[in-house]
């Protein structure tokens, strides 16, 4: 059912599009796939569908369920390209099942964007692939938000899903639903996923607010499906638990204006203390292993934050050292860059500062922002303004979020005025 046509302006609202795309394009791209056997047709199918709203809407109004109309618009152009095509008696059968398979394991994986995610991370492609086009198709993020993740270029990215739908074509891999003694080998690289879409939600890497709550709490849904599914796997248990405790202090993390608030500065009686018990209750879960991992590791971390009266009494020497086994089992530039911060907490500025320094020739480093954002902090600490302004400054230009411009443009105005 539309809106009525004098109640559209005749361009549609601004952002409505772009909205309807993070939202429904995993749904509708994943329909089409199961009906196409392409992702390419897929998502030039799903294209088309936003051509004929913007040539429509405008003029006939927006409908009331725009996901529904899209859906059902590039659906049926699926459905005609299949005929024209003549197809075998097989499609024909899955047309009139409506593009919906009958599951490998139904009862194994009961939700769609589970079992989505479960499809795409298929193990002929590699880790790398298998997360990357999962978090573009599936989850609906951006080649610039998937680099952003992995801490590549956006062209890296763009090779990368192309290489994977190269892939899937030339070898004719089958978009099927594992089933359940296929999940286990394809778990990881669905931890990832989930991982990597919390992540934006919780420190989004465009637009004008610190947090995307929608994408923050789609993680953490997918995760508790992920517990209910697999409630063995302890590094389940583990990033469920982090992604609890971090959403914990999702309120107190940005003042009413919108300004960042760190750390160090939030009032911990406006964090969520009943997530933070859940939170915990899913680390204890997670400790079941003898082994910790990755996850866990997290977790264990957040959970000093979480149970630490304030910023001064938090335990840093123990943070540090859970960043050094997390170091360890999983090596990475981005992890020594949060060491430094516990160890400087722990034992001074200055020898965080060497960590830094350590790593500012690192590859995969030199356009994260967070690397000169955390140098300048240490800088303005030991009183050095003149290098942490110059910092900053980087920072800022590597920076595309709004909220935290204006963190970092106020910290480049205190070191002025300081030095």
Not at 272 to 292: F, M, P, Q, V
Not at 361 to 372: A, G, T
Request: hydrophobic share 45%; proline share 6%.
């Amino acid at each position: 059912m539309l809106l009525h046509s004098a109640d559209v302006p005749d361009a549609l609202p601004a952002g409505l599009l772009e909205d309807l795309v993070r939202r429904e394009s995993a749904r509708v791209v994943g329909m089409l796939v199961r009906l196409l056997g392409s992702v390419d047709r897929a998502e030039e199918m799903f294209q088309e569908s936003l051509v004929a709203a913007l040539e429509r809407w405008p003029r006939e109004g927006v409908p009331r369920n725009p996901g529904a109309w899209l859906a059902t618009v590039a659906k049926h152009r699926a459905i005609d390209e299949l005929r024209l095509e003549r197809l075998h008696e097989t499609k024909h059968e899955t047309i009139a099942r409506e593009g919906l398979p009958a599951p490998a394991s139904p009862a194994a994986i009961p939700d769609d964007r589970l079992r989505l995610i479960f499809t795409c991370c298929h193990p002929a492609l590699s880790p790398e692939s298998q997360v990357a086009i999962t978090l573009r198709l599936v989850c609906g993020l951006t080649t610039d938000e998937i680099a952003r993740a992995f801490l590549v270029s956006e062209p890296t990215i763009a090779q990368r899903l192309v290489r994977a739908k190269r892939t899937i074509a030339e070898n004719r891999l089958p978009y099927e639903v594992p089933g359940a003694a296929e999940l286990p080998a394809r778990l990881a690289a669905v931890l990832a996923v989930v991982y990597l879409v919390f992540n934006e939600g919780y420190s989004a890497s465009t637009g004008t607010l610190l947090q995307r709550v929608d994408l923050a709490r789609e993680a953490l849904e997918l995760g508790t499906l992920l517990a209910e599914l697999l409630p063995e796997a302890a590094e389940v248990h583990g990033l469920l638990a982090l992604m609890e405790l971090q959403t914990s202090r999702s309120a107190a993390r940005t003042s009413p204006t919108g300004d960042v608030v760190l750390l160090e500065d939030q009032d911990r009686s406006r964090w969520d203390h009943a997530r933070i018990g859940r939170g915990l209750a899913r680390l204890d879960r997670a400790r079941t292993s003898e082994t910790a991992g990755p996850y866990r590791l997290q977790a264990e971390i957040a959970g000093c934050h979480a149970t630490a009266p304030s910023w001064s009494a938090t335990d840093w020497p123990r943070i540090a050292a859970l960043y050094a086994e997390l170091a360890r089992v999983t090596p990475s530039p981005v992890v020594e860059l949060n060491r430094a911060v516990a160890v400087a907490m722990a034992n001074g500025p200055a020898a965080g500062l060497a960590i830094v320094d350590g790593l500012r020739d690192v590859p995969s480093l030199r356009d994260y922002r967070l690397l000169p954002a955390t140098r300048a902090d240490l800088l303005r600490r030991l009183g050095r303004f003149a290098e942490a302004r110059a910092e900053y400054e980087r920072a800022l230009a590597l920076t595309a979020n709004r909220a935290e411009q204006t963190f970092l443009a106020r910290r480049i105005e205190e070191c002025s005025r300081a030095g």
